[in-house]
């Protein structure tokens, strides 16, 4: 086996170092290496998004994607997305609107939700739910999270305007 | 098994000549046959980096770079014409938006899962596929590329390099996929093309072993009785036929209303 080695990565806007194998995923590094436990494996089969994480601003499955793959990359997870103690727009959006109940889909529907808002800002319902085709919730029936996006949509174009 | 970013496409085949190399591209096919043992490389020769992506438009073809990704396919500018409206209109429904993201042409056409969305959209445009190996370049037509399930011409220290689609000036595209509804892979798919002097083609995918043009000069769908339809679990072999009657003659009327000015 080949063996570990050191691997600096960008996280959360942070320089870290995580000792990884070649075959090392993503999701791995960050919960086992960094204690970056927000970022969940729901099915480790590419299917539920719960591991989803920004790399350099755009949604992906971290359980489908080596750490290796990742070096040089800036990647945010969830506990890097609230702003100086303050909740993010979207979290905030989230939590006004229902758009959990258990939590353990959240972080992956939050971050590509902000993948969304970030090309589509003004998004209408359906293109909210193409978008979040890849995070599947056991518990909301998705109504209260669709809601949540369309509300975190209007606080980030109102927060721009502002 | 070891990792190598090699920043050269010369570097990157010669690191593909060791036994079990494997090319890593996007790594949402590779990965998950990793995860279930079934590829178990000896190196991955990461080609993630390397200048093989972009979309270049000229005046008779549009290249499309082998790391071209779903996301970039689907919001490329230069792709807006009923020419090529298939391109964009398969990528967009592929996946999902976290792999989009990540998943490449390249990767999608080596990979030749005979239930992915691309290959019918290669084959009905007449793409020709440029592939590199350390004794040189070489073209192939996507007819001669794609051999049967996950098989096709690469060599095992073969690259995809680009994909190269001749532009037919006035003709238009389609692609119509009925989706598997939990993996959204094509339980059926048809690409069209319907070109000015009345000439017409229609690639058919998730049918059987590989993604198929029907050949008839008229009406590519009276074809379709002699292809070869496989059954399974999802889709037993007349419900296959049938739904594969229903995308391709959807396919050919929007790509004829995308010719007339009439569709999208
Ligand atoms: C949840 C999920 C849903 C999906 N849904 C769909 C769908 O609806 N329709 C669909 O068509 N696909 C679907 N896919 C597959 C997806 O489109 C993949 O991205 C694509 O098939 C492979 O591209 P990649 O860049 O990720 O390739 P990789 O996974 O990196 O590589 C795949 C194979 O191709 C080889 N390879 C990669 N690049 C090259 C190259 N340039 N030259 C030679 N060989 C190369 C690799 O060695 C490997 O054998 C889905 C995947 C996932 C995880
Ligand atoms: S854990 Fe990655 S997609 Fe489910
Ligand atoms: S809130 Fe429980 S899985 Fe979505």
Request: hydrophobic share 40%.
């Amino acid at each position: 086996m080949p063996a570990a080695r050191q691997l600096e990565l960008v996280i959360n806007g942070e320089r870290r170092s995580a000792e990884v194998e070649p075959r090392t995923l993503l999701v791995h590094a960050l919960r086992d290496g960094l204690g970056l436990t927000g970022t969940h494996v729901g099915c480790d089969t590419s299917q539920c998004g719960a591991c989803t994480v920004l790399l350099d601003g755009r949604a992906v499955k971290s359980c489908t994607m080596l750490a290796v793959q990742a070096e040089g990359a800036e990647v945010t997870t969830i506990e890097g997305f609230a702003r100086n103690d303050e909740l993010h727009p979207i979290q905030r959006a989230f939590v006004e609107h229902h758009g959990l109940q258990c939590g353990f889909c959240t972080p992956g529907m939050i971050l590509t939700a902000s993948d969304l808002l970030t090309r589509a800002p003004d998004p209408d319902d359906a293109t909210i739910r193409r978008a979040l085709r890849g995070n599947f919730c056991r518990c909301t029936g998705y109504q209260s999270i669709v809601d949540s996006v369309r509300a975190a949509a209007t606080a980030l174009r109102e927060g721009e305007a502002a | 098994m070891e990792h190598v970013r090699p920043s050269t496409l010369d570097e990157a085949l010669e690191g593909l000549a060791a036994p079990d190399a494997k090319a890593l591209a996007g790594g949402q096919s590779l990965l998950p046959v990793m995860k279930l043992r079934i590829v178990r490389p000896s190196v991955l020769v990461d080609i993630g980096r390397l200048e093989l992506g972009g979309v270049h438009m000229s005046e008779n073809e549009l290249r499309l770079g082998a790391l071209t990704t779903w996301n970039e396919l689907e919001s490329a500018q230069e792709l807006e014409r009923p020419a090529l409206a298939a391109l964009a209109e398969c990528a967009s429904g592929i996946g999902d938006l976290q792999v989009r993201n990540r998943g490449t042409l390249g990767g999608s056409l080596a990979h030749a899962d005979p239930a992915s969305d691309m290959p019918a959209v290669v084959l009905a445009l007449g793409a020709q596929i440029v592939l590199r190996a350390a004794s040189g370049e070489r073209t192939v037509s996507a007819e001669e590329f794609f051999l049967g399930p996950f098989t096709t011409a690469l060599g095992p220290a073969e690259l995809i390099t680009e994909v190269v689609f001749p532009l037919v000036e006035g003709s238009g595209s389609a692609y119509v996929k009925v989706e598997h509804p939990a993996s959204g892979f094509a339980l059926a798919g048809a690409a069209a093309v319907v070109r000015p002097d009345g000439g017409q083609s229609v690639a058919l995918t998730g049918m059987g072993g590989q993604a198929f043009l029907l050949a008839s000069d008229a009406n590519p769908v009276d074809a379709l009785p002699d292809a070869e339809i496989y059954g399974d679990r999802f889709a037993p072999v007349e419900y296959r036929r049938h739904l594969a009657g229903v995308v391709a003659r959807r396919a050919l009327d929007r790509a004829r209303e995308r010719m007339e000015g009439t569709g999208e």
